[in-house]
């Protein structure tokens, strides 16, 4: 790989990592930008959604695309990200290197096992459920809620990889486990164990995103995320929904 071809697949790998895991636009803008400027093109031609970046090089016409075919969240990889743009912009390494780093970052970098997340979502449920005015009383059952809905949602959205029926059924789940709690007298409040148990599944990092990305001027992208976090608290409502108006 040998100039602009070097510069332009490392700077849409770049953007491909960081919008696949939760970086919001005017960051993504910045970093690549950085990058490009730092590898010698004086002004270069970048634009970024979140489904898709391209890039070229008016003045030696070269361009390419990157379609972007994923979104989650995984804050670690977009700040390793910023951390390699920084070092090669202070000179510590070349742009091979900085290729070579965010090749080897986009394939080997841990993420969290489920059992820790699935622990992480026990811990947001229950400690929200508490927050908002809940009874400790209810604190088993929304445990139980929340792992399991949490559980639910991270099989299908990782095995069937089928986007917001994850999210119906995880909160169907947590309904239906709410009420057969209060009904077997393990809670008292049906409406502060639901809470609770659903606030894993709410898409607070899009949402926050979409609301950044308009600010920014980044329309496009914070439409589409806006619309996207819509679709996942839809499909979280009417889970609930179901389960209210036939239980």
Known sequence: ????????????????????????????????????????????????????ILMSIPERKSSQVEPILKRTIDLEKVSLVNQNSRAFQAGQITLMELHDNLVKLNVSTPFFSFWLQLLAAVGVSCTLMLMYGGHWQDLFATALAGGLGYGCYYYINNRLKVRFVSEFLGSFLIGVVAVLC???????????????????????????????????????????????????????????????RFM
Do not use: W
């Open 1 to 52: 790989m040998q100039g602009d071809d070097l510069i332009i697949e490392t700077v849409l790998l770049a953007g491909k990592i960081m919008i696949e895991n939760g970086a919001d636009m005017a960051r993504v803008d910045d970093t690549l930008s950085r990058i490009a400027r730092n590898a010698g093109i004086y002004q270069p031609k970048i634009f970024e959604t979140t489904t898709g």
């Open 182 to 244: 209060v009904r077997v007298n393990l809670g008292e409040q049906i409406d502060m164990i639901t809470i609770g148990g659903v606030m894993p599944l709410v898409p607070g990092v899009p949402i926050t995103n979409a609301v950044r990305d308009v600010f920014a001027g980044h329309l496009l992208s914070g439409m589409s995320r806006a619309s996207e976090s819509l679709l996942s608290a839809c499909a979280i409502g009417m889970g609930i929904a179901v389960v209210f």
